[in-house]
T-cell receptor, first 109, second 113 residues
Framework: DAKTTQPPSMDCAEGRAANLPCNHS???????VYWYRQIHSQGPQYIIH???NNETNEMASLIITEDRKSSTLILPHATLRDTAVYYC??????????FGPGTSLSVIP | EAQVTQNPRYLITVTGKKLTVTCSQN?????MSWYRQDPGLGLRQIYY???????DKGDVPEGYKVSRKEKRNFPLILESPSPNQTSLYFC????????????FGQGTRLTVV
């Protein structure tokens, strides 16, 4: 079973920030939080990951709570091309990637 | 460019006709795996390999074989395909280093009639 819980769907207005939450209350100390997205039936695309600290890259920001039991992926200015299923995954190195149902994000014009 | 390449992208075959889906990565990754994705069931791992000549079953290995003779290649073999193996297949690879991401191929859509 997936170690994470995400809302099944969310809407976001184009140009606004999309904030996608994830709960991972049983995360272990050596597990990272990863975010992937899947656009239609393409291969899952890596977005960002972190261990304890907040992270930012050209695609998104990742905010991890101090107790590491939850996190939020932020897409700062959502576009129509960000419409996808977003997966939050906790994983140590060498582990298989366990996908839950994810959050289906719809960016609305 | 770092990538995982699967071939073919689309395949329609008949029940019982052996087929191989190839997967190749150019990142010198130790870990490679195969997933299948079905509506309502999400992505499920079929087989994985932690290095050359080391393979193990994932969650849904029945009806599949794999081999890892070279580090870069991890083919998925269906000896006698059946209609319930109609699915979207993804290959993935990753490094053994902590905190590194997994890279996925673009998928192979297989239809068995």
């Amino acid at each position: 079973d997936a170690k994470t819980t995400q809302p099944p769907s969310m809407d976001c207005a184009e140009g606004r920030a999309a904030n996608l939450p994830c709960n991972h209350s049983t995360i272990s100390g050596n597990e990272y939080v990863y975010w992937y997205r899947q656009i239609h039936s393409q291969g899952p695309q890596y977005i960002i990951h972190g261990l304890k600290n907040n992270e930012t890259n050209e695609m998104a920001s990742l905010i991890i709570t101090e107790d590491r039991k939850s996190s939020t992926l932020i897409l700062p200015h959502a576009t129509l091309r960000d419409t996808a299923v977003y997966y939050c995954i906790v994983r140590a190195s060498y582990d298989k990637v366990i996908f839950g149902p994810g959050t289906s994000l719809s960016v609305i014009p | 460019e770092a990538q995982v390449t699967q071939n073919p992208r689309y395949l329609i075959t008949v029940t019982g006709k052996k087929l191989t889906v190839t997967c190749s990565q150019n990142m010198n990754h130790e870990y490679m795996s195969w997933y299948r994705q079905d509506p309502g069931l999400g992505l499920r791992q079929i087989y994985y390999s932690m290095n050359v000549e080391v393979t193990d079953k994932g969650d849904v290995p029945e009806g599949y074989k794999v081999s890892r003779k070279e580090k870069r290649n991890f083919p998925l073999i269906l000896e006698s395909p059946s209609p319930n193996q109609t699915s979207l297949y993804f290959c993935a690879s990753s490094s053994r280093d902590r905190g590194t991401e997994a890279f996925f191929g673009q998928g192979t859509r297989l239809t068995v009639v």
